[in-house]
C-alpha cells in the first residue's frame, strides 16, 4: 500500500476561489476585507513572505495595507503602528512578521498582546488562545487550521481517533489540540501532545491514528514509528543536501519514502501544509470582516 498524498497547493487553490466568492459577497454588502502586516527590517525571508501575503490579498480581493518599519524601528514605533491599526475600521486582520529584529526579540509578546483580538488573526492573543480552548469563537493560528482543514476535507472523522501530536509549541500543537478536543461534530478526537525529547516516543506515535510532527529534524519519524494505515501530517523544515545531484532541498520531519508505503495519507513537504498557511490567513481575515459587520 502506498499513501495518498495530501496535496497542499491543490487544495489551498479550492479554497481560494471560495475565498474569491465570500469576498464579492461582502463587497456586494459594502464590506471591504482589510488585512494589515507590520514588517520591521528588510530580513529576505521575511520581506518575501510578506510580499507572497500581498500578493495572495490581491489575487481574491482583500485590502491589503502592510507597513515596513525601518530597522532600527524600537519598541514605541512598533506599538504605535498596532494601535493606529487597531483604530482603522477598514483594517480587519493584522499581523506582525515574525522575527523581528534582535533588539526587538524581546518585545514580541507585548507587540502581539497589543493587536486588538477581534484583529488578530494569527491567532496569538491570550484572549484567541483561551476561547479556542473553550469552544469558543476565537482565531486559531493558520497552521493549526490548516491542518484540520486537510483533515476535513479528505472526509477523515476525527471522532475518537487518536491524534499523537509531535509538538508543543504555541502555533501547532497546542492550537491544533485545542480545536481537536473539543466536543462537536468534526471533533471529539482523543488527543495527546508530546514533546520530541520525550522517551519512547514510538510507544505514543504507534497508537496514532492521526500522526502529526513539527520538530524540524529530517527523518525525525521513521516507519517503525507508525501505525499501519496511519494518517501523517508533516510540518517540518530542513534543508538538506541531495546525496545524487549535490543540491540543497527542503524535506520534512518524516520519512518520506518509507513512512508512505505504511501510512494511509501523508502529506509531502514541499507542497503539504505549507501552502495552506497564507490561505488560512486570509480566512481569518475574511472571518473577522464579517464579525465586525455583524454577518457571521
Known amino acids: 500500500m502506498t499513501a495518498t498524498l495530501l496535496d497542499g497547493k491543490k487544495l489551498s487553490a479550492e479554497i481560494r476561489e471560495e475565498l474569491k466568492a465570500a469576498v ?163 471533533a471529539r478526537a482523543n488527543v495527546t501532545l508530546c514533546y520530541p525529547q520525550t522517551p519512547n516516543l514510538s510507544e505514543y506515535t504507534r497508537h496514532a491514528d492521526v500522526l502529526v510532527v513539527s520538530v524540524n529534524q529530517p527523518k525525525f519519524i521513521t516507519a517503525d514509528m507508525v501505525k499501519d494505515s496511519a494518517i501523517v501530517i508533516d510540518f517540518g523544515g530542513n534543508w538538506v543536501e541531495d546525496p545524487i545531484t549535490k543540491k540543497r532541498k527542503t524535506v520534512g520531519d518524516v520519512d518520506f519514502e518509507a513512512v508512505k508505503e505504511k501510512a494511509s495519507l501523508i502529506t509531502p513537504v514541499p507542497g503539504g501544509v505549507g501552502p495552506m498557511l497564507i490561505t488560512m490567513l486570509l480566512f481569518n481575515t475574511i472571518k473577522s470582516a464579517k464579525l465586525a459587520a455583524g454577518f457571521e
Open 24 to 186: 464579492q459577497k461582502l463587497k456586494e454588502r459594502g464590506v471591504v476585507p482589510g488585512l494589515a502586516g507590520i514588517l520591521v527590517g528588510e530580513d529576505p525571508g521575511s520581506a518575501t513572505y510578506i510580499g507572497l501575503k500581498g500578493k495572495a490579498c490581491e489575487e481574491i480581493g482583500i485590502k491589503e495595507m502592510m507597513c515596513r518599519l525601518p530597522e532600527n524601528a524600537s519598541e514605541k514605533d512598533v506599538i504605535d503602528t498596532v494601535k493606529r491599526l487597531n483604530e482603522d475600521s477598514q483594517v480587519h486582520g493584522i499581523f506582525i512578521q515574525l522575527p523581528m529584529p534582535k533588539h526587538l526579540a524581546a518585545s514580541e509578546a507585548k507587540a502581539l498582546a497589543a493587536v486588538l483580538p477581534g484583529k488578530d488573526v494569527d491567532g496569538f492573543h491570550a484572549m484567541n488562545v483561551g476561547r479556542a480552548w473553550l469552544g469558543q469563537t476565537a482565531f486559531i493560528p493558520a497552521v493549526a487550521l490548516a491542518i484540520q482543514e486537510m483533515l476535513l476535507r479528505s472526509k477523515y472523522d476525527l471522532q475518537y481517533q487518536n491524534v499523537v501530536i509531535v509538538n508543543v509549541d504555541n502555533m501547532v500543537g497546542k492550537p491544533l489540540a485545542s480545536i481537536l478536543v473539543q466536543n462537536i461534530e468534526q
